[in-house]
């Protein structure tokens, strides 16, 4: 059926079909909710109360079932204490865990004009929850409130230490607790009988999560290696030594604790649905640091610029991460990140123009022998190697490269996927407004503007761009393709909209470029002759 098709147009449509497979996952095979979210919950209780299972060598050291209950009655989840502070509020619960932080800056609302949570109450463990591998003992520690000697609401401004103690007979734990108004902490942990235990970084923030991007868990290994774990890909226990960061993470936001001194062993379990849980091994003096809050590049990079390797873009993140730099510097030039997008684009597509030039001369002159490939094609019809070698011959007479229009093609799509994961990742865009009616560059067009002169300029492009396709068919096929992205961008966040249109634009400008230069060409050839 695409017999027909040059080599570039082979390539835009396979990234045509890669970006329609990529939005199509998100509706068929996203994991929906579960039909008795009661039942469910009550499942992800009784195993988030088991101690982790720790690979030790060949053998298997796995503590069993910490407690059996599974009712939420056996936790006490009332507060100890509040955090208060200019960026967030913190909430301290009984079991000396954060049971809850509030982002309170301006931005950070959800649909319903609230400020966003970033912990389900369901979903366990929560950050700075600790497990015993004694049975009796983690099941005494579900029971036994934590103390605390102190205002029971404290307005951070600067570091603050608060000292939280658990008395379980044969067991005493010690939490030192350094809070800062960035969001971080510091945390020491002392077991004065040195019994086994566990500490989590907390289950992910559980606010963006959809099938356009990554969340679960990472791991920064010792060697610098970044291990993601996608939620529904969790194989079971697994142990890395030594690693350096231990995140869960959802599109935007981030629990995680981290060693980048000594490092930490850190242990991946499952939940239910195959999640990813996250657990540091104690030790009797354990000091670890931690983070809780949005996943901002600059914030991350205010606290140890390593720990902005928490910012993931997936496959591409070799391309995303010196490209969201880029656009990052723009955005402080400018003062605008819808504007520093336009820019950005104006860049990439100046920085790819002479290849794209190259491309688009070889398309116009496989245009102009489309006639006579078809001829050919016809004449040679059961004979395909004579048909190839007439081919070449009629390339070779004319200097065309049949390839040449497809490394342009070849170098764009890893940028496009590069930067789709930018503006799709990029918690910057929050809240961040463009002009008059695009105030939010993270949420989708609400008029739709975008989305319908994209497609529009994509229609444009098709009609000024050489076309060598014969087949009625495929001729449908491409006629088709700017409707069918134009109903796929009308739920896209409005700035990864604004690079698509304003690249359409600038691709039509070129165009119309190019088949001025060609014409030009041509006409200075036949005056010649």
Not at 217 to 226: M, N, S
Not at 372 to 381: M, R
Not at 473 to 487: D, G, M, N, R, S
Not at 490 to 502: H, I, S
Request: with cysteine; hydrophobic share 45%.
């Amino acid at each position: 059926m695409f017999e027909n098709l040059s080599s570039t147009q082979r390539i835009t449509l396979a990234t045509v079909l890669s970006l329609v497979i990529l939005l199509a996952y998100d509706y068929f095979f996203m994991p929906k909710p579960a039909k008795n979210a009661e039942l469910n919950a009550s499942a992800q209780t009784k195993q988030a109360m088991q101690a982790p299972a720790v690979q030790s060598g060949a053998a298997t050291q796995a503590p069993k079932t910490a407690m059996q209950k599974s009712k939420s009655s056996s936790f006490d989840n009332s507060v100890l204490l509040t955090i208060k502070a200019p960026r967030f509020d913190m909430t301290i619960d009984k079991l000396g865990r954060i049971s809850q932080v509030i982002l309170e800056e301006k931005r950070y609302k959800n649909a319903q004009g609230k400020q966003i949570a970033l912990f389900a109450k369901d979903k366990l463990p929560k950050p700075l929850e600790i497990r015993f591998s004694d049975t009796q003992l983690n099941a005494k520690a579900f029971k036994v409130p934590y103390s605390y000697t102190g205002t029971k609401e404290i307005a951070l401004h600067g570091k603050q230490t608060i000292l939280l103690t658990q008395d379980l007979g044969s067991e005493r734990v010690t939490k030192r607790l350094t809070i800062y108004p960035d969001g971080h902490y510091d945390v020491q942990v002392e077991v004065k009988n040195g019994h086994k235990y566990f500490i989590a970084p907390g289950y992910r923030p559980n606010v963006r999560v959809d099938g356009y991007t990554v969340h679960g868990a990472l791991i920064k290994e010792a060697d610098g290696t970044i291990t993601i774990i996608k939620d529904g890909d969790a194989k079971g226990t697994e142990t890395f030594h030594e690693a350096r960061i231990a995140a869960a993470f959802d599109r935007y936001y981030t629990t995680f604790l981290y060693n980048l001194k000594t490092g930490m062993d850190v242990i991946v379990t499952k939940d239910s649905d195959d999640n990813p849980i996250l657990f540091v091994q104690g030790a009797p003096k354990l000091a670890l640091g931690g983070f809780v809050g949005p996943k901002e590049y600059e914030l991350l990079k205010s606290i140890n610029p390593e720990l902005t390797d928490v910012i993931e873009y997936g496959f591409f993140t070799f391309i995303s991460r010196p490209m969201f730099k880029i656009l990052l510097a723009i955005y402080h030039w400018v003062g605008n990140w819808g504007w520093a997008i336009v820019i950005l684009t104006i860049l990439i597509r100046l920085v790819l123009f002479p290849l794209t030039l190259k491309g688009m001369l070889s398309m116009q002159k496989m245009k102009d022998l489309a006639p006579k490939i078809k001829e050919l094609q016809q004449k040679y019809k059961g004979d395909p190697q004579k048909l190839n070698m007439h081919m070449m011959q009629l390339y070779k007479k004319h200097n065309v490269n049949p390839m040449g229009g497809c490394l342009p093609m070849l170098l764009q799509i890893p940028v496009f996927f590069a930067i789709y994961r930018v503006l799709l990742n990029a918690i910057e865009l929050k809240g961040a407004p463009w002009i008059l009616w695009i105030t939010d560059l993270s949420q989708k067009d609400p008029y739709y503007v975008l989305p319908i002169l994209m497609g529009i300029t994509m229609y444009i492009n098709q009609k000024i761009t050489p076309n060598t396709i014969t087949d009625p068919t495929q001729k449908k096929i491409f006629e088709w393709l700017p409707i069918v992205f134009t109903f796929f961008f009308l739920a896209f966040p409005a700035g990864l909209t604004l690079y698509w249109f304003v690249n359409n634009v600038l691709s039509g400008i070129q165009q119309l470029i190019v088949n001025r230069i060609f014409e030009a060409r041509k006409i200075a050839t036949k005056e010649a002759k």
